[in-house]
């Protein structure tokens, strides 16, 4: 096995978890890969794992473990699919006292105390599909390129609470979070910190929550590392 000859520090290096999170998941999704396989379980989760960090091609992971490509996009999918049923029961909404008992200094500092959560919808770039109805619903004219979007929602501490399902690149941020259903986890009163050009929905200004957008930092001193 690949992965049992790997040394801890590898195995975050290439995968982006410790050792001990990595068998916990090789643990968890042993149940659900009912598919048999010449290849160990923990080296089917080390090569989606490094596919999901690195983005390595399917022909490089191929000549990695000794497969085919078309082996490696079994795995890949397989896996992928294991994962997010185990993730599932991962991503919880933290209750409003939980936030607020692990907010960072920052936030107090600079009166967004009441904040509970940050709103960020992620763009990734995709292969250009080939049929015109999905390159359409997937071309994103802020990235000029066909993307999926997704919003993801953090609380203060660092902890994502929430995902949504994929969108295509022509969804706007406000049909993503109208359609997606975060709108049930929160309550009146609720602030939601978010990036700029981010507009709440009419629905949630309804329900009482706050939109909190962040001062520009246009003109000011860049932030240094000291070391």
């Given at each position: 096995?690949?992965?049992?000859?790997?040394?801890?520090?590898?195995?975050?290096?290439?995968?982006?978890?410790?050792?001990?999170?990595?068998?916990?998941?090789?643990?968890?999704?042993?149940?659900?890969?009912?598919?048999?396989?010449?290849?160990?379980?923990?080296?089917?989760?080390?090569?989606?794992?490094?596919?999901?960090?690195?983005?390595?091609?399917?022909?490089?992971?191929?000549?990695?473990?000794?497969?085919?490509?078309?082996?490696?996009?079994?795995?890949?999918?397989?896996?992928?699919?294991?994962?997010?049923?185990?993730?599932?029961?991962?991503?919880?909404?933290?209750?409003?006292?939980?936030?607020?008992?692990?907010?960072?200094?920052?936030?107090?500092?600079?009166?967004?105390?009441?904040?509970?959560?940050?709103?960020?919808?992620?763009?990734?770039?995709?292969?250009?599909?080939?049929?015109?109805?999905?390159?359409?619903?997937?071309?994103?004219?802020?990235?000029?390129?066909?993307?999926?979007?997704?919003?993801?929602?953090?609380?203060?501490?660092?902890?994502?609470?929430?995902?949504?399902?994929?969108?295509?690149?022509?969804?706007?941020?406000?049909?993503?979070?109208r359609d997606c259903g975060v709108?049930?986890?929160?309550?009146?009163?609720?602030?939601?910190?978010?990036?700029?050009?981010?507009?709440?929905?009419?629905?949630?200004?309804?329900?009482?929550?706050?939109?909190?957008?962040?001062?520009?930092?246009?003109?000011?001193?860049?932030?240094?590392?000291?070391?």
């Amino acid at each position: 096995s690949v992965a049992a000859r790997m040394s801890p520090c590898d195995i975050h290096f290439y995968t982006g978890v410790t050792r001990n999170v990595f068998d916990s998941l090789a643990s968890a999704v042993r149940t659900l890969v009912k598919t048999r396989s010449a290849m160990p379980l923990e080296d089917q989760l080390l090569l989606t794992l490094m596919r999901l960090r690195l983005g390595l091609l399917y022909g490089d992971l191929a000549r990695r473990f000794d497969v085919s490509v078309s082996r490696v996009c079994q795995i890949f999918n397989t896996l992928l699919r294991a994962l997010k049923t185990v993730m599932e029961d991962v991503v919880i909404w933290l209750p409003r006292e939980a936030i607020y008992d692990s907010m960072p200094q920052s936030f107090i500092d600079t009166g967004y105390q009441k904040t509970t959560c940050i709103f960020d919808c992620s763009e990734i770039t995709l292969q250009r599909p080939k049929k015109l109805m999905a390159r359409a619903q997937t071309y994103s004219s802020y990235k000029a390129n066909n993307t999926v979007k997704f919003l993801t929602v953090i609380a203060l501490n660092g902890l994502i609470m929430y995902v949504s399902r994929a969108y295509g690149g022509r969804a706007s941020d406000k049909h993503i979070v109208r359609d997606c259903g975060v709108q049930e986890f929160f309550q009146r009163g609720d602030e939601i910190m978010a990036d700029r050009g981010f507009t709440l929905d009419s629905y949630l200004e309804v329900q009482g929550v706050k939109l909190n957008m962040p001062a520009f930092t246009k003109g000011d001193v860049c932030l240094k590392i000291y070391i």
